[in-house]
């Protein structure tokens, strides 16, 4: 899927990080704590969405926007 949206993205003329790609989860931005880090497990997770999403700052506060949804949406 990474693949097939970096070619997307190029032939439409974006220019993009040439960085290997690591998908990941965000925990956190900006924590700051006195605590130890520490090794997290691998799991295994089933996912039914992905989202593409934009972080920007809006009077002051960082939000993130969805700007591009794939998948089945669920409600908590």
Not at 11 to 35: Q, V
Not at 42 to 59: H, Y
């Amino acid at each position: 899927m990474q693949t097939e949206l970096s070619d997307k993205l190029i032939a439409s003329g974006f220019s993009l990080d040439t960085r290997k790609y690591a998908p990941h989860i965000m925990f956190g931005r900006e924590i700051i704590t006195d605590a130890a880090p520490w090794q997290i497990e691998p799991f295994a997770e089933t996912v039914s969405r992905i989202e593409l999403m934009r972080s920007e700052r809006i009077q002051g506060k960082l939000t993130y926007i969805a700007i591009y949804s794939k998948g089945t949406k669920t409600t908590p």
